[in-house]
């Protein structure tokens, strides 16, 4: 079994910044990839940004040079540094996860349970 668990989201205003994390639990070989998804109200997911356990980063267009994010292998944890927030980054954001658990040559997605960040104008 694995669990992720995000932490760091918040109310904040806009031009702000927050830091969400993402620990990885469970019976983890290796994770291969992190990453963000966000969900606004009334839209579909999307996808925010993505690192490899190599570092090779992805980012939307959206949110290219605002946001970072990085990823902690021996921790499995993720990190998205959000910074000059605006209010249409107002969702839910999922943390996610490509990885192969102990005693599997599988690779599989996990989601966390997301965490909401809100930024007010």
């Known amino acids: 079994q694995v669990r992720l668990v995000e932490s760091g989201g918040g109310l904040v205003q806009a031009g702000g910044s927050l830091r969400l994390s993402c620990a990885a639990s469970?019976?983890?070989?290796?994770?291969?990839?992190m990453g963000w998804h966000r969900q606004a109200p009334g839209k579909q997911r999307e996808l925010v940004a993505t690192v490899t356990s190599g570092g090779d980063t992805n980012y939307a267009d959206s949110v290219k040079g605002r946001f970072t994010t990085s990823m902690d292998n021996a921790k499995n944890t993720v990190y998205l540094q959000m910074n000059s927030l605006k209010p249409e980054d107002t969702a839910v954001y999922y943390c996610?996860?490509?990885?192969?658990?102990?005693?599997?040559?599988?690779?599989?997605?996990?989601w966390g349970q997301g965490t909401q960040v809100t930024v007010s104008s």
């Open positions: 996610t996860s490509r990885m192969l658990r102990l005693g599997s040559r599988i690779l599989e997605d996990y």
């Open positions: 469970g019976s983890i070989f290796r994770a291969n990839a």
